[in-house]
């Protein structure tokens, strides 16, 4: 059981190349998502997956794309990268979208991004 | 809108010293509060939970919270700090939106350092 797993651990790309990053779960999570990690701003919600075939915004959402074609994983791309995407990004999962019954998420050790 | 506030930046403490972490939110409903805790190039751990019930809740690792209505807070402590316990701190809260009530808010995070 490996819980949340993110690849690549870092990344450098040149301003307007494309990449995902990937974010698998062996929990069999409904609820899946990505934020962001910046500097005195704690982490912010990019995309959130509440199952398969379901995904919506969350606060950051420009410049990036998600699907989510099975339960297992939730892919974020980028789509033109840029200075501004220079960040930490975890990907999260949790039994259910729903608070009750006592769910917590649980997080991947995240990806270091370096756009330049 | 929701919002969650950690006043404190950083903060040092001598090891065997108690410890004190505030969290404050702004939530109009009974919120479902988080702390989280993140150590250096990891993903973030949760430590402890508050949903409802005793206003007194525990963690592992020795920590625990206590939730004030009337002061909407949710400040973390712990008795006797050891030098394991240097890391950053999170404090979040679930938005309840669209059903999806697992969409944590956080805050901006209090790094601890732990002097010997």
């Known amino acids: 059981n490996a819980g949340v797993t993110q690849t690549p651990k870092f990344q450098v790309l040149k301003t307007g190349q494309s990449m995902t990053l990937q974010c698998a779960q062996d929990?069999?999570?409904?609820?899946m998502s990505w934020y962001r990690q910046d500097p005195g701003m704690g982490l912010r919600l990019i995309h959130y997956?509440?199952?398969?075939?379901?995904?919506d915004q969350g606060e950051v959402p420009n410049g990036y794309n998600v699907s989510r074609s099975t339960t297992e994983d939730f892919p974020l791309r980028l789509l033109s990268a840029a200075p501004s995407q220079t960040s930490v990004y975890f990907c999260?999962?949790?039994?259910?979208?729903?608070?009750?019954?006592?769910?917590?998420?649980?997080f991947g050790q995240g990806t270091r991004l370096t756009v330049v | 809108a929701q919002s969650v506030t950690q006043p404190d930046i950083h903060i040092t403490v001598s090891e065997g010293a108690s410890l004190e972490l505030r969290c404050n939110y702004s939530y109009g409903a009974t919120p479902y509060l988080f702390w989280y805790v993140q150590s250096p190039g990891q993903g973030l751990q949760l430590l402890l939970k508050y949903f409802s019930g005793d206003t007194l809740v525990q963690g592992i690792k020795g920590f625990e919270a206590e939730f004030k209505r009337s002061q909407s807070s949710f400040n973390l402590r712990k008795p006797s700090v050891h030098w394991s316990d240097a890391a950053e701190y999170f404090c979040?809260?679930?938005?309840?939106?669209?059903?999806?009530?697992?969409?944590?808010?956080f805050g901006t995070g209090t790094l601890l350092a732990v002097q010997p």
């Open positions: 929990m069999n999570h409904e609820y």
């Open positions: 979040a809260v679930a938005k309840n939106y669209g059903g999806a009530t697992n969409k944590l808010i």
């Open positions: 997956s509440v199952g398969a075939g379901i995904t």
């Open positions: 999260a999962s949790s039994w259910s979208h729903h608070v009750q019954g006592g769910t917590e998420a649980f």
